[in-house]
């Protein structure tokens, strides 16, 4: 990790809604440095979404701004790659032939049709997927899709790599494998990654920061709890690890305690029970 490759300074955004404008979010500052891994957390409706898509480009600040390598982020680019829960995969073209649109769009003019060819078929490789190379998604699993959509972002080499809840559609081992695969992806390639989920146990298990939103409307930054579990790590060994569990619980009562969401009622029966790992909506 280097220098600071992304900075939020003061960002806010107002939407214009029927009953006037909407704050979602406000006052949000973060510095991302070069290879950095950092989780976005926070309830429902609070505002991730709209930071993440702030830094893609695809929504602008009214309040402040986000800048990469000093210059302002105004719209979508190629070093800002997305991928969303639902892979967004074009549905008649097959995995290499996805991949390939975007390597063309990025790489037309600086690489020969022998080296796109190479490149692709690293970028399937790197996610595991040679083998369903000529597939098309309905003919692949949901994991198996996510991961095109991960190789897909890879193959645009994005300085960053922003996820939105990227195994949140997932059943919880193909999550897992999906979780280890990205970590193995990221030891190797050292990618900056911005990441929304709502699942504490990923996040503490795939960060290096753990940015924690307080709840809308006017959402800001709440917490931002550093994770320096050494790396590699293992999910096995983490189970073992009080360092883990302290890191865990520390997201928990900032979810739960903190800033808790949880109607009256719902506390009741929360305060008897173990609190849940993941932020579901009924939190
Ligand atoms: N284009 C828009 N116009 C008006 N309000 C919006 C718009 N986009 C988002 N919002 C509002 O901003 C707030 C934050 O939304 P956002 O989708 O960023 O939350 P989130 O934390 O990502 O939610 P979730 O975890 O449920 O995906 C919500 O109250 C949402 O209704």
């Given at each position: ?255 739960y ?5 949880i109607?009256?009622?719902k506390k009741e029966r929360h305060k008897s029970n173990?609190p849940e ?7």
């Amino acid at each position: 990790m280097e220098h600071t490759l992304l900075e939020l300074s003061q960002v806010g955004i107002e939407f214009p809604t029927e009953n006037g404008p909407f704050c979602a979010v406000q006052d949000i500052n973060l510095k991302v440095k070069k290879g950095e891994f950092i989780s976005l957390i926070g309830h429902s409706g609070c505002g991730k979404s709209t930071v993440l898509n702030m830094v893609a480009g695809l929504n602008r600040a009214t309040r402040g701004g986000v800048v990469m390598h000093g210059k302002e982020v105004t719209e979508p680019g190629p070093e800002r790659a997305v991928v969303f829960q639902n892979h967004s995969l074009l549905p008649w073209l097959t995995a290499y032939q996805n991949i390939e649109l975007a390597v063309k769009t990025v790489f037309k003019s600086t690489m020969s049709k022998g080296e796109m060819k190479e490149w692709i078929h690293h970028n399937l490789n790197l996610v595991h997927m040679t083998h369903a190379a000529d597939k098309r998604p309905s003919e692949i699993s949901g994991g198996m899709k996510q991961r095109v959509g991960i190789a897909r972002a890879l193959a645009m080499k994005p300085e960053i790599l922003l996820m939105d809840e990227p195994f949140g559609a997932l059943d919880a081992l193909t999550r897992a494998h999906l979780q280890d695969s990205v970590m193995e992806i990221q030891e190797q390639l050292n990618n900056t990654i911005i990441m929304i989920t709502h699942d504490v146990d990923e996040a503490v298990l795939l960060s290096d920061r753990i940015v924690m939103m307080t709840n809308g409307p006017a959402a800001t930054i709440g917490e931002i709890l550093t994770v320096d579990l050494p790396r590699p790590r293992n999910r096995i060994a983490m189970a073992e690890s009080t360092d883990y569990y302290q890191l865990r619980s520390q997201v928990l009562s900032f979810l739960y305690e903190k800033h808790s969401k949880i109607e009256p009622l719902k506390k009741e029966r929360h305060k008897s029970n173990r609190p849940e790992a993941v932020v579901s909506e009924a939190s």
